[in-house]
């Protein structure tokens, strides 16, 4: 989609609105209870849509899984025990001394993980989605590691060890990125690809429901629906001229998609 076409897309809010003011069309003519229905049924379909999509990264790619993988989650615990690591030995509002078994445990804990991460990987690119926690791990280590160093404390050589252990973990992610580009291009776009795998599934069950659904109404019905319903926003997946049902089923159905994801998707 171009810059253009992104700036003009409508809002999540915007586009119920449009389905909602077609639902109130259907129950001018006495069919509420078939828009509910249909509306109903798009949500369903959307949510399984939604989750066939994720677990078909999850089988695809395993811990490497970009959408939320476990990895993904450990490295965020990973990040979070290394970055109070490091304000547990940095002297802000903590004697460092006291902290500094605590502080210590935090960092190992971060390491394990983050090692962890990368031998789950073995050695295949991880997405650039991860770069932002390992980072925060590496350089949260490194602080904590300098911070206890500093203080003479003595539990410094296993925090130096477990910042070690970090930037070899980030040096790693680099390294393997930039020996593998095309599995490291394939992971960037594995979320894209596993949305445009789902799109045509998603496009044939609106094509089913539209079909049943005008089976279901009849022709002065169908007309009196669109000519009530009212205009669609800018942008909308479908136009005025659109069947009836056909505007509630294209903006629920394609909530499949999350709404941060929209603009990557189209």
């Known amino acids: 989609m171009s810059a253009d ?15 909602t003011a077609e639902m109130n069309a259907f129950e001018k003519v006495g069919r509420k209870d078939l828009a509910l229905e249909t509306w109903h049924t798009a949500r369903e379909a959307a949510e399984k849509a939604r989750k066939d999509c994720w677990a078909w990264l999850r089988a695809e790619y395993g811990a490497r899984n970009p959408h939320w993988g476990w990895a993904s989650f450990t490295l965020l615990a990973a990040a979070l025990c290394a970055a109070a690591a490091a304000v547990l030995t940095s002297g ?5 001394a006291n902290t ?9 804990i971060a390491a394990f993980g983050d090692l962890l991460v990368i031998l789950s990987s073995r050695f295949r ?13 590496t350089i949260a280590l490194v602080l904590a590691a300098g911070f206890q160093l500093s203080r003479g404390l003595t539990t410094a050589p296993v925090v130096i060890g ?7 973990a980030l040096v790693t992610y680099f390294v393997v990125r930039g020996a ?9 776009t594995a979320i894209n690809v596993a949305l445009a795998r789902m799109r045509p599934e998603v496009a044939a069950i609106g094509e089913r429901m539209q079909a049943d659904l005008t089976a279901q109404l009849s022709e002065s019905e169908r007309a009196a629906i669109i000519g009530s319903r009212g ?8 136009d005025d001229r659109a069947p009836a049902g056909g505007v509630i089923i294209a903006v629920i159905l394609g909530t499949w998609v999350p ?8």
């Open 5 to 19: 076409q992104t700036s003009t897309r409508p809002s999540q809010r915007l586009l119920l609105d449009a389905a």
């Open 92 to 96: 802000f509002r903590f004697d460092p």
């Open 100 to 108: 500094a078994v605590v502080a210590t445990v935090l960092a190992v």
């Open 125 to 137: 690119p991880l997405d650039r989605g991860a770069l932002r926690s390992q980072a925060i791990v």
């Open 162 to 168: 477990a910042a070690v252990i970090g930037v070899g």
């Open 180 to 188: 593998d580009p095309e599995g490291t291009e394939e992971i960037d």
């Open 231 to 238: 205009p669609l926003p800018a942008g909308a997946p479908v």
């Open 259 to 266: 709404e941060v994801l929209r603009a990557s998707d189209a």
